[in-house]
């Protein structure tokens, strides 16, 4: 038996741009009730639930984690929720993963979403995301979060030349690929001309490099073997999929205290990375890795996770970006989900959501549209801020 | 928080959910706490930091304590000089005003302390890493006391 927890069930509901029909209790109930029926298990053999959302202003509530928690039949058991920026779905699943590993539970659900469509309009949305920043010292010069990601892609083609085209690869890319996702809140059909004729937001980004802001709710049921073999009627139907490892890692938050030999990169993310391939055994990430979700905010930022989790040389992720090398017939197909640009954002399902595409591709279940054949190693990578917290957890089938 | 409005959402065949909408007004006090004597100095047409009295380290922003010392720290002033890191042009408005979109907004490693600060660099261009840049002050119109300083450009040194 493996001593590592697996992952026995996984639901999301489609992200959209305003889910009108359901609030965000109905949609996370909506996820985890799907993951409890993929895993054919029951809430009250569950040990522990897992709450994963970021933000009190989109979704007008604090402590949502109960009010979800007694919707889905859990009320009793314990119960945390986890908050890190746009690494909080990821942070999540880390937090079960810990608590299986430590032997405190050998069943954990974890259930997360967020509003971040329109509960809000777009200038209020770009308010309260802007706080994201140091509202002291950052937040009154920047226009939005556009503004320190564009500052840190100039850094990266004064470094290595890279160019707005190569970039935009990734946004056409990835809308592509949200066409075959029935989950995704818009795929598109549009050329790299499309992206640099888009309006400019924060030199060298414009509209169409950046992702969605959606409604959207995922949940994931982990555990033990043994307990997938008293209580999940689905296990051994089906491959298994372990959760290998898990890593995260700190940087200065503020782009202005980091090393500036290094303001082209996502620092944390490296270390995250690495912490997460030794902990799953990966020693060449880049010939052993068959699919990627990575945190794609904005074009260029897959560019540079490209090269921060070690998929390309220090860089050339610009250059790799137009090889073919990550679309779907490439060597490392990544974002087959659409990623943010084509799946959409809602933020405390995000990172939940890449766990489920890796899960669905390496258990063969996301239909012949988007299906990577063979897939057997797979990692998701998120982060909160430009990289202030970052967490990449890895995903390998059993058998 | 009160309710303005309240309708009947007819989304599609199969739901009829109802929608309502809130209005909710946030009126925060905040304190800029132990970096006041910063924002103020910024009021004065002063840019002043903090250094460690044992080891004499420097920070920017200003640190009440030392890190390493865990001692309180002393202010002194800065000459308002500085080198672009990196810059770019940003064509999103501030959320606080006090300034026109587009600006140029840049990583500036300010002389005088071991650190940067990212704020706007006065003008239509974009200065390269390396360009010098120096403080200038602006009146009492701004929203936020960060915004009372700004960069320019050295043309000549
Ligand atoms: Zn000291």
Redesign the interface.
Known sequence: MTALPLILGIGMTPFTGHR???NLTDMVVDAAVQAMRDAGATTAHVDMGVASYESDHFN?SMSLGPVWNEAIGLTGKPLVRVEGGGATGALALQTARTAIMAGEARAVLVFGGETNGRSVDRATA??IL?LSAD??????????F???Y??MM??HM?CYGTTPDQFAHVAVKNRREALANPMAHKGMTISVDDVLTS??????YRLLDTSLLSDGAAAVLLATEEWAVEHSTTYGQRPSVEYSGAGSATDYP????RD?RF?AHFSAKRTAARRAYKMAGITNPMSEIDIAEVYDSFSGAEVQAYEDLGFCDIGSGGTAAVDGRFDREGSLPVNMSGGLLGRGSAVGATGIAQAIEVVGQLRGEVGAAREVRGARLGITDTHSGVGAICAVNVFRRAA | MRIVAQEP?K??E??N?S?LQ?E?TLAYS?T?GS?SPFFEGLAGGVLRTTRCTRCSRTFF?PRRLCPDDHLETTWYELPGSGTV????????????G?FE?PYT?????LDGVD??????ILGDG?PE?GTRVAATFIGDEQ??P??RVAFEVRSAL
Not at chain 1, 254 to 257: G, I, K, M, S, V
């Open positions: 009108l029909d359901s007008q770009t308010e802007a509202l002291d010292w950052e937040t009154p010069l920047f226009g939005s556009a503004a320190p564009a500052l100039t850094e004064r309006k400019v937001l924060a030199a060298p503020r782009l202005a205290d500036p303001l | 959402v989304h599609d199969l739901s959910a929608s809130y909710m905040r800029l970096a922003p890191r990196v810059a770019t042009r940003v064509y999103g408005a501030a959320p606080f006090g979109a907004l840049g990583i500036i490693a650190g940067a600060i990212t704020h706007r974009v890493a929203m936020h960060l915004l």
